[in-house]
Nanobody, 126 residues
Framework: QVQLAESGGGLVQAGGSLRLSCAAS?????????MGWFRQAPGKDRELVAS????????YFADFAKGRFTISRDNAKETVTLQLNALKPEDTAVYYC??????????????????WGQGTRVTVSS
């Protein structure tokens, strides 16, 4: 089992950037996990932002994230990072780190992920 802890959220003006980090811990091998970031805005369903496979070779981005956000991982440090650039007020949400133990496929659906962090809040002011 793995525990996930997000950090890096905060308040930023539109057009600014934030770097979200997720640290994994527990009796597990991080490199066996596909990882992802979801977000949930007030009154809306949780949605995928991006996901990354076990070694970083494959990534997937939601349309709203393409060209603005990047996802990366460091298996040695057991971390996954979501870089948020050109932020917009509509990016305001709680961002969640998630993981699933697989090397066979790249999860992109909420139901395909097993472990979740508590979330970090991102607020973008106009």
């Amino acid at each position: 089992q793995v525990q996930l802890a997000e950090s890096g959220g905060g308040l930023v003006q539109a057009g600014g950037s934030l770097r979200l980090s997720c640290a994994a811990s527990g009796r597990t091998t991080f490199s066996y996990y596909a990882m992802g970031w979801f977000r949930q805005a007030p009154g809306k369903d949780r949605e995928l932002v991006a996901s990354i496979d076990w070694n970083g070779d494959r990534t997937y981005f939601a349309d709203f994230a393409k060209g603005r956000f990047t996802i990366s991982r460091d298996n040695a440090k057991e971390t996954v990072t979501l870089q948020l650039n050109a932020l917009k007020p509509e990016d305001t949400a709680v961002y969640y780190c998630t993981g699933h133990p697989t090397r066979r496929f790249l999860p992109t659906r909420e139901s395909e992920f097993t472990y979740w962090g508590q979330g970090t809040r991102v607020t973008v002011s106009s």
